[in-house]
């Protein structure tokens, strides 16, 4: 990558797909720098984070993703302040004890460890592959999950049944509608790693200014979450929508809140909800 007729050629390359298919997303996969002479890892990793910089100028447009799969030396700072980064490929994994745990686990991991640092919002995981679809979990699941990440998709939604179809239709209205709202902070309410297949986890994305925002709770094998919410201003009330059916929860003092009163016990193992919570 320190051959400028190297970049030249790649770029051109990337230029006509633009041009001629008019893909507007790539993802620069299985990333690892190593020292070759006469350049060290940093030159080269420097010389393609420059090249992407110049594409990203070229095609303002086009979203240029990051895989640090290999390298996680770069992982999640420095892609994520230039574009989204693409980290899991959200297959089934296997924990130390040989105890097989289903793919939206990872998904659900993955935003729980980004949650302190970066948006989850700058991450992208493969919605809707093998290991999704063939773990059980409903659209209704995977979607409030994808919600919280830069949705893709790497399936052809028409082989979905047309219930899944019509779920992920209205998911990916609902996201395109508050996008903005889902791309800052994200409060982990939770401390439980998800990724054992068992453990609830709850996130809050939320605008301090404007004392509003979401709560994403997730149950998985185990029981329900307990959310305690952040960010909330004393004294103030709270009203909790259900985005999906529009029912009003109620409204509750921050206090409640905060203090994990909010009843969820009626979530259902392998289930999620989405609420909107706004100050009144």
Known sequence: MTDPDLRGYLGAAVDRMIADWGVSYFKFDFQAWVDCLLHDYNDYEEAFAGWVESLKDAHPDVTFTFDETNDQRRYAFESAARDRSCV?????HSLPDGTRVSAPSQILHDVWMAGPWIP????????????????????????????????TF????????????ATTAWWLGWYHDHATALGGLVYRLTEEDPWNGTAAVAFQPWD???????LFAFRQ??????????????GHQYSLTNVRDGSVLGAFSAEALAAGALDLSALGASSAVVLAVAAE
């Open 88 to 92: 899991d490929n959200a297959h089934a």
């Open 120 to 151: 989850p919002s700058t991450l992208g995981v493969g919605l809707f592959d093998n290991g999704t679809r063939d773990a059980g979990y409903s659209a209704d699941f995977l979607l409030p999950a994808a919600a919280l990440t830069h949705m």
């Open 154 to 165: 790497w399936t052809d939604l028409t082989k979905l049944s047309a219930e899944d179809q």
């Open 208 to 214: 301090p200014a404007g004392d509003r925002g979401f």
């Open 221 to 234: 094998a185990g029981a329900q979450p307990v959310a305690r919410l952040q960010g909330l201003v004393a």
